[in-house]
């Protein structure tokens, strides 16, 4: 099998990239051969800082003739089959919405395809996954269920408490994924989930996005490629490999792009803000797995992928093709 052939025509779709929030990285994805770029438009934001976000990337994209904010798989489709690079606004995390559930019908109109409930805090919604408590889906959550249903925007239980995601995927009527999550099952951190959430966003025809921060993929800090493998062959032989995609998460304060003074600033901030704690993600620097460092080296894990034995129908399905699905379900075009 000629892996970088395959990697070439494949779909490839990295679905959590906070690391676009610069938007110079934006040639690192290309260069790894990224078709749908996923950027992350907010973290736990007001509804006026996720504008102000959204509106810069309306006007770069306005500018960027190589990007198309699409709303459709045909436009994804469309999108390579131009040689351009499909882009879907990404949400970590539901506080935009404030208290107002119509805000789902706005920021799906200004592009918003995924939205994650919560980030590690409490919100309107239910807990997240750095919470003392793990008490579900609020009656406001319930109603964003059914309205990001209606109107199609993917559900996105990454970051979330266990009790919170599972009472989504109760309640939701289309697939529920986790963006950028892997099994405890493989490595036991409070980011990572459970095999009840894996078999339960299964059922709902979800997929969840083997994830690259090296705190989640093993207690080694410079872990493998194939100790990152392991994540999505774990999630496989669970529940089928139509439920295993990217989501590699990688961002601002990782090695290879930040240097020490300037990711250890940022740790810090994120634990005073209380975004983050000690006890679940330890401070830099973060080295992602050997060989898919950055987003530019993504080819090589194509490769990893064709020598651990994968198909190519089932690489296929893991770089790209299982979020196709997804999202053709979700946004219903």
Known sequence: MDAEALHKNALVMDAAAPL???????????????????????????????LATIAGWHAHLSRDDRLVLVSSVAEIQAAKDAGKTAVILHAQGADLLENKVDFVDAFKALGVGIMQFTYNEKNRLGDGAGERTDAGLSIFGVKVVGRCND?????????????????????????????????????DTARNITDEQIKSCAATGGVIGAVGYPAFVSADPRPTIDQFIDHIAYVADLVGIEHVSLGIDYFLGQAGIADD???????????AEGRWRREDYPPPPYYYPEGIETPDKLANLTAALVRRGFTETDIRAVLGGNWMRVLDVCWGK
């Open 20 to 50: 676009l929030r610069d938007r110079r990285y934006i040639d690192h994805y290309i260069a790894g051969g990224v078709d749908v770029l996923v950027p992350t438009v907010c973290t736990n934001d007001t509804a006026s800082q996720a």
């Open 151 to 187: 109107v199609g925007i993917v559900i996105d239980g990454s970051h979330t408490g266990s009790r919170t995601t599972l009472d989504a995927m109760e309640h939701s009527s289309k697939p529920v994924v986790f963006s950028h999550a892997n099994p405890k099952g493989v490595h």
């Open 261 to 271: 003074e300037r990711a250890i600033k940022e740790y810090e901030g994120r634990i």
